[in-house]
């Protein structure tokens, strides 16, 4: 079986450098072709690339983070370092931008700002976008309404199968995570169950969102494949059907070539 995650933080300190190597290799021995590594500011996002560059399995994302947005002392001068940061090779996406409300250490007018300022961003540059929207389905649904040129991944979908539905209808692939093997998992075993198969990607969200059964252990892409099982089982399809079709579409969806 080959997976694709469309999404991941292996920059994050929950891997030690001298664990890295190991944890990859064993991931990719697994069966996972392609990995998203995803950058939350400058700085992370300057370590994506560096990874990218050493495993021709890894992409990089790069992008401001919501609650990064807060951190950030000239704005204009950030944009411009993300600019020339998109245009580097191995960059496939903008991320991970979006929209959290479930703490509020960053006024929500500046996560706005940020979201909106860098969807623009990719819909100049044309390069998919990676969105994180926690407790805020709302008001990332209308800012990515008004960039009708944006397209993208909604990373680690935690909304309602109606709001799905319309994502997907403005460009959108849904990327279902970990929380789906949960025991009190309903909305997103209701997503994972009904969207159309061909706007699905599946996703770890390492090192964080391990599915069950190795809930509450550190993640790593060698994991999706409980992740794989479970959307398979619920759509009554081998898991290669599951695994083959949304490594596709991610394969599309990020304009990368085998
Ligand atoms: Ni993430």
Known sequence: ??????????????????????VLKNAFSSGVTHIINAGTDIETSKESIALAGEYAEIYAAVGIYPHECIKIADKNATLDELRSLLKHDKVVSLGEIGLDYHYDDTPKEMQKEFFDAQLSIAEELGIPVEIHDREAHGDTLDILKAHKNARGLMHSYSGSYETAKELIGIGFIISISGPVTFKNARQSVEV???IPLEFMAV???SPYLSPVPKRGTRNDSSNLVY???KIAELRNVAPEVIAETTRKNALTLFGIKE
Do not use: C, K, Q
């Open 1 to 22: 079986m080959r997976i694709f995650d469309a999404h991941a933080h292996y920059n994050d300190a929950a891997f030690p450098p001298e664990e890295l190597d190991s």
């Open 192 to 194: 994972a169950e009904r």
């Open 203 to 205: 996703e770890t969200d």
């Open 227 to 229: 992740t794989v099982g």
